[in-house]
T-cell receptor, first 109, second 113 residues
Framework: DAGITQSPRYKITETGRQVTLMCHQT?????MFWYRQDLGHGLRLIYY???????DKGEVPDGYVVSRSKTENFPLTLESATRSQTSVYFC????????FGPGTRLTVL | QKEVEQNSGPLSVPEGAIASLNCTYS??????FFWYRQYSGKSPELIMS????GDKEDGRFTAQLNKASQYVSLLIRDSQPSDSATYLC?????????????FGSGTRLQVQP
């Protein structure tokens, strides 16, 4: 199916565990983005990627790691999850306009 | 720090009325502006993009841009209960080649049947 997908859709983990959120797009967009959405803060950029092997920090990158070895995939890793990383995470792709994946709701206990 | 401001609402309008959603932004150099609709528990969905001063119409939606006043608005004509959602204003980051969006916190619209 064409589009942008995220997995898992829901995840519960414990403080200190490593978690990886997956993002896959079939449009061959060069640009991909990770945002988090929290009440009171709206959507905030965590990391973005302009192309395979090119990534850079956004507004709130601390505690997160990204990689992009293939154009279509852009995984986001929480190296040691904290409660403050409980949020809804959205992946997006596109250049001039951005299209969002369905999101991953992450709870860190 | 770049900012995008929206009234959080809720904005309540009767069915069939015009809903007017407003947004201001701080970066005078911004060139690209977007409206997204987000239903509860869902992801943002692009409704409109606008790049030039003036109005842009698409069906029941009209986006209005005034760069001098750093103001973007979205009008929804003949509002329907299915339009009830949170509307997010977004401005594209013009720094370097980031192409990321800065979002407002959204305005919640309620269309009363």
């Amino acid at each position: 199916d064409a589009g942008i997908t995220q997995s898992p859709r829901y995840k519960i983990t414990e403080t200190g565990r490593q978690v990886t959120l997956m993002c896959h797009q079939t449009w061959s967009h060069s640009y991909m983005f990770w945002y988090r959405q929290d009440l009171g803060h709206g959507l905030r950029l965590i990391y973005y990627s302009a192309a395979a092997d090119i990534t850079d920090k956004g507004e709130v990158p601390d505690g997160y790691v990204v990689s992009r070895s293939k154009t279509e995939n852009f995984p986001l890793t929480l190296e040691s999850a904290t409660r403050s990383q409980t949020s809804v995470y959205f992946c997006a792709s596109g250049g001039d306009t951005q299209y969002f994946g369905p999101g991953t709701r992450l709870t860190v206990l | 720090q770049k900012e995008v401001e929206q009234n959080s609402g809720p904005l309540s309008v009767p069915e069939g009325a015009i809903a007017s959603l407003n947004c201001t932004y701080s970066d005078r150099g911004s060139q690209s502006f977007f409206w997204y609709r987000q239903y509860s528990g869902k992801s943002p969905e692009l409704i409109m993009s606008i790049y030039s001063n003036g109005d842009k119409e698409d069906g029941r939606f009209t986006a209005q841009l005034n760069k001098a006043s750093q103001y973007v608005s979205l009008l929804i004509r003949d509002s329907q209960p299915s339009d009830s959602a949170t509307y997010l204003c977004a401005v594209k980051d013009m720094d370097t080649g980031r192409r990321a969006l800065t979002f407002g916190s959204g305005t919640r619209l309620q269309v009363q049947p």
